[in-house]
Nanobody, 125 residues
């Protein structure tokens, strides 16, 4: 059974940076695309970024493009989300997700089979 565990969330001032990590276990990580989503209080879960199994393809939500970078290290079974120039509106619980067949450009959370428990990111103004 696939398990995903996020870490790296925290409290940061606007303009600051954080790097989230997502450790994958239970299957062969390099067979899965990985995505990051976020959910703010009272809002639906929204797509942030995704990366293909090899790391060669990435896709970003317009709201984070140019500020966030998604990456992966298949040797370490770990995915990352580097978040720079953070804004208060980036405050949310961030989730990593994995799926074997999802296309990188798919923004629907329903397309992903496996999810982590989430990590809180809070950006103060």
């Amino acid at each position: 059974q696939v398990q995903l565990v996020e870490s790296g969330g925290g409290f940061v001032q606007a303009g600051g940076s954080l790097r989230l990590s997502c450790v994958f276990s239970g299957r062969t990580f390099s067979n899965y695309a990985m995505g990051w989503f976020r959910q703010a209080p009272g809002k639906e879960r929204e797509f942030v970024a995704a990366i293909g199994w090899s790391g060669g393809s990435t896709y970003y939500a317009t709201s984070v493009k140019g500020r966030f970078t998604i990456s992966r290290d298949n040797a370490k079974n770990t995915g990352y989300l580097q978040m720079n120039s953070l804004k208060p509106e980036d405050t949310a619980v961030y989730y990593c997700a994995a799926d074997r067949t999802v296309a990188v450009s798919t923004m629907s959370a329903r397309a992903y089979d496996y999810w982590g428990q989430g990590t809180q990111v809070t950006v103060s103004s």
